[in-house]
């Protein structure tokens, strides 16, 4: 912040008093000097780097409003020291200043920021960051999700903006389970042994909802799923080969740490084969289509932005007279377009 006008006037209020003394959002502007790169690693390319500028970039991302601006301080000025950040802070009429180091080593990355309170003379806080060399960019999203959560809670000046939602997301999904009727005749003469299917789905907007202060969403998906049953004991030897077919629609509420649950409703196509090599006629194939319904309940746990693993549990009612009933619980890995370094959502 310039050291004139209201700017100026603001910029001798310490930050610890913003809150306190109730501040609209006129507006505070932090800026980022470059950071040292120290580099450990002998290659002299990773030198070029500006891990300011990415720092800078991750900043703007997420920031709303008049209340909070980053900005970048006077080019090639790199402060290492509280002295040398606070005479570049004097120099310029910087209110706020962020300053630090990136530190390169063949197996890691480490950050350090300080961030300098021109109006009192000292360190507001200080944020550590570290990750293996593959994910510098994970590492500038960690940084400056932690300086602007700093703002939001210590300070009040950002206020917590909803992300804009990730729009027709495809996912791929198999399972592999086991299937069984539930009662009436059917259970007397047929026992499931597995199933294994595949399903696509379509998520139009992630999140579309929010219930319990939680993000949900809906999964508009298409089902084709293999089943193997058998005789019950006491039966002459069948096989029935049951081919189905789903159009789901999906209700998942996302919980903390990557976990979620949902529920689930669809219509039912299922073409069964039954196979049966008769000990005194000659063998037999008989083939049925019945529509019907389905109903489900999930868990999904989110390993990263694309991969998921979960379990689900499949009541189907097949319009068989009588009804044929069966559940089928499975386990599934689902694989969904994204970014593999998304964290989930906390």
């Known amino acids: 912040m310039r050291a004139n ?3 100026g006037r603001l910029a001798l209020v310490p930050l610890w008093l913003w809150p306190l003394l109730g501040f609209p959002a006129a507006a505070l502007e932090v800026h980022v000097a470059a950071l040292a790169v120290v580099n450990d ?3 002299r390319e990773s030198e070029a780097v500006r891990p300011e500028a990415d720092l800078l970039r991750e900043l703007r991302r997420e920031s709303s409003g008049d209340s909070l601006a980053f900005r970048e301080a006077e080019a090639g000025a790199s402060p ?12 310029n009429g910087y209110a706020c200043l962020l300053y630090g180091y990136l530190r390169r080593t063949e197996v890691s990355l480490s950050a350090e920021l300080k961030m300098l309170d021109q109006a009192s003379g000292r360190l507001a806080a200080v944020f550590f960051g570290g990750d293996d060399p593959a994910h510098y960019d994970r590492l500038m999203r960690d940084l400056a999700a932690k300086v602007r959560e700093y703002f939001s809670s210590e300070i009040g ?3 917590a903006r909803t992300p804009e939602p990730k729009r027709n997301r495809p996912e791929l999904a198999g399972w592999l389970g086991y299937w069984t009727p539930l009662g009436g005749e059917w259970d007397r003469v047929i026992a499931g042994v597995a199933a294994v299917g595949l399903a696509a789905r379509l998520i139009p907007s992630d999140p579309l909802f929010r219930l319990w202060s939680r ?3 809906l999964a508009l ?6 089943g193997l049953g058998m005789n019950e004991p006491g039966y002459e030897s069948f096989f029935l080969h049951a081919a189905k077919l789903r159009l789901a629609l999906e209700v998942v509420l996302d919980l903390p740490a990557g976990h979620a649950a949902g529920m689930g409703v669809g219509l039912l196509a299922e073409l069964d084969s039954a196979t049966q090599d008769r000990k005194y006629a000659s063998a037999f194939t008989g083939t049925t289509l019945a529509p019907g319904f389905c ?3 999930l868990y999904r746990y989110q390993l990263t932005g694309r991969l998921a693993l979960g379990a689900a549990g499949l009541l189907e009612v097949a319009a068989y007279s009588p009804a044929l009933v069966t559940f089928s619980p499975r386990m599934f890995v689902a694989f969904r377009k994204g970014d593999r370094d998304e964290p989930p959502r906390p």
Do not use: K, Q
């Open 5 to 7: 006008g209201f700017g």
């Open 41 to 43: 690693t002998g290659n």
């Open 80 to 91: 290492v020291s509280l002295l040398e950040a606070a005479a570049l802070c004097e120099r």
């Open 157 to 159: 000046l950002l206020p």
């Open 215 to 217: 993000d949900g969403y």
């Open 221 to 226: 998906g298409l089902e084709a799923e293999y």
């Open 295 to 297: 109903l489900s309940i």
